[in-house]
């Protein structure tokens, strides 16, 4: 999960990333926020859990470029 979420970060800074894993420590979801990973979702997850993270990203983005 990590190593992913580093390469598509290296690939481009610029990607909001979500990433959906089965178990993630707490010293790793510190980690995912100093890479840039914009959210994490925990498997099992609801499709609505999903969609609402997905959401929050893309209201975030909004956000952030009209402001």
């Known amino acids: 999960g990590l190593e992913m979420v580093k390469k598509i970060r290296g690939v481009n800074p610029a990607a909001k990333v979500i990433l959906a894993s ?3 420590p707490p010293e790793d979801k510190s980690e995912l926020e100093r890479i840039g990973a914009q959210e ?3 498997k099992p997850y609801l499709p609505d859990d999903l969609f609402r993270k997905i959401r929050q990203v893309i209201d975030d983005r909004t956000l952030s470029s009209n402001g």
């Open 40 to 42: 994490y979702v925990e």
């Open 22 to 24: 089965g178990y993630l």
